[in-house]
């Protein structure tokens, strides 16, 4: 017992090294204009997008996704296994009922022990080698603790357990930021779908009146040609965006839990692709050190390899334990019911393995390398996290200039098909140039749509390099 000695083996943690100090005082490197280093809210982020059905997705995904629920499930074996260690501590106390019948030759228990009166005497000059024993009772085992290796042990489950807390925290943020992605995507693709259709229906009047003119002998056949494969190559973008539409379709519905196809009528509808607020909340690189779950579940993997240097140095030390028996019993059934006559027997038992030819050094050594580890694996944690956010940052601020680019080209693309409208009805352009113009147009709506969603994506990707998306736990 480490409390009778005062001696608990190994080294106490102090903390994971210094990656990132929060004396620096500054902000992220890459961070933008429309970027505040007020601290962003942790959880729910998905609300600031303002779309109803994303969030009922969400909300889904957090309650039902297996994976989710798989890591949960993690959380409750660790606190088992500390309660385990826990319990380790106290005595054992069990009960137990024996009946031993035996024949040793050349035992010769008649001559060895005095005459019962109730036994009956054994033929003369024949040994009686038969053993009978019979027991009833109670009996408890219990060793005590020297060296601190069973505290080393309940501090590695805590900090395991903590781990596994901050892994499903974790979970929450990346099934989060997924579901968002695939969301973004599904609406980007049937926008995209949309547009195709469009486009393939200007593209087949265009391609009928080219024929018309072709029979007429007003064009040749060269011109029919390429109508046509632009035709067909629209087709192919069309099939490839409603494949696109399933396939998410189906993503969404297994990030819910739920069996492909049971969203398809939910999200059958087209709707915009939602936009972020205009000002982001990042807050600072110590503040994300802090926050990021995956930090957090990275330095409790690192106290608990910590601990366990002392759980192998604890092997050095001698270990004490004790095993009593009470109960009833004898040579006979009847003695089960002799209360006059217990049976008592204690036997302490002290080992000490003094001499193992250097096992217990290489456990330490292990222990010690397997600590190295975490904290290597740490740093690179911290490191990755702050290169998530930055390089998150450099795009986001990237992606609000492609927009502008997208938009102005839309709003060109509009004038252009508003002014051939009234040239075409002027008659002084073809209707297949005005279509032309119109197909330009929607390829122009296309490119703003998929530049809304790269702009939105990147911002889910800030909020998941920020480690938002999970609520704090109470602590049990």
């Not at 933008?32 to 982020?45: F, I, K, R």
């Not at 969603?453 to 390099?465: E, F, M, N, P, V």
Request: charged residues 20%; negative net charge.
């Amino acid at each position: 017992m480490s409390l009778l000695t005062g001696c608990v083996a190994g080294p106490d943690y102090a903390g994971p090294p210094v990656v990132y100090s929060a004396n620096r005082n500054d902000g992220f490197v890459r961070a933008g204009d429309n970027v505040s280093d007020t601290e962003p809210e942790l959880a729910e982020w998905w609300l600031l997008l303002n779309d109803p059905q994303l969030t009922r997705l969400i909300e889904a995904s957090l309650s039902d996704n297996p994976s989710l629920q798989a890591a949960q499930a993690r959380i409750a074996q660790a606190r088992a296994s500390v309660r385990q260690e826990k319990a380790g501590r106290f005595p054992t106390l069990g009960t137990q009922a024996t009946a031993i019948q035996g024949r040793l030759p050349g035992l010769d228990i008649q001559n060895s022990a005095p005459p019962s009166a109730s036994a009956p005497a054994s033929p003369k000059g024949k040994a009686d080698d038969g053993l009978s024993v019979y027991n009833l009772g109670l009996n408890a085992n219990w060793e005590l603790d020297f060296a601190g290796g069973t505290q080393r042990r309940i501090e590695a489950g805590n900090a395991q357990a903590a781990a596994a807390v901050a892994n499903v925290e974790d979970a929450k943020v990346q099934l989060t930021a997924e579901v968002a992605n695939a969301y973004v995507n599904l609406r980007e693709a049937q926008f995209r779908a949309k547009a195709f259709r469009t486009e393939c229906e200007l593209q087949q009047q265009i391609l009928s009146l080219t024929y018309q003119r072709y029979q007429q002998g007003v064009l040749p056949l060269f011109p029919l040609g390429n109508a046509n494969a632009e035709l067909e190559l629209l087709k192919s973008q069309l099939a490839e965006a409603e494949a696109d539409t399933a396939v998410l379709l189906d993503a969404l519905a297994i990030l819910a839990g739920q069996f492909p196809g049971t969203t398809d009528e939910a999200l059958k509808q087209i709707f915009d692709v939602p936009l972020p607020p205009e000002q982001v909340a990042v807050g600072d690189p110590s503040n994300l050190v802090a926050r990021r779950p995956d930090i957090r579940a990275a330095e409790r993997s690192l106290a608990a390899a910590t601990a366990r240097i002392g759980v192998a140095e604890a092997a050095r030390f001698p270990k004490l334990s004790f095993m009593g028996i009470l109960g009833l019993g004898g040579t006979s059934p009847d003695d089960l019911f002799d209360v006059s006559n217990p049976s008592i027997l204690a036997i302490p038992q002290l080992q000490w393995n003094f001499l193992d030819f250097g096992r217990v050094d290489a456990a330490v050594d292990q222990a010690s390398a397997v600590r190295a580890e975490a904290v290597a694996n740490y740093r690179q944690t911290v490191l990755s996290a702050l290169q998530d956010a930055e390089r998150a940052l450099s795009r986001f601020g990237q992606q609000r200039s492609a927009l502008v680019a997208f938009a102005q080209i839309k709003s060109q693309a509009d004038g252009a098909a508003d002014l051939d409208r009234q040239r075409f009805a002027s008659g002084v352009i073809s209707h297949a140039d005005l279509n032309r113009t119109l197909r330009k147009q929607e390829q122009a709506a296309t490119d703003l749509v998929r530049g809304r969603a790269a702009l939105t994506l990147s911002w889910i990707a800030l909020q998941k390099s920020l480690g938002l998306g999970w609520q704090t736990q109470a602590k049990t």
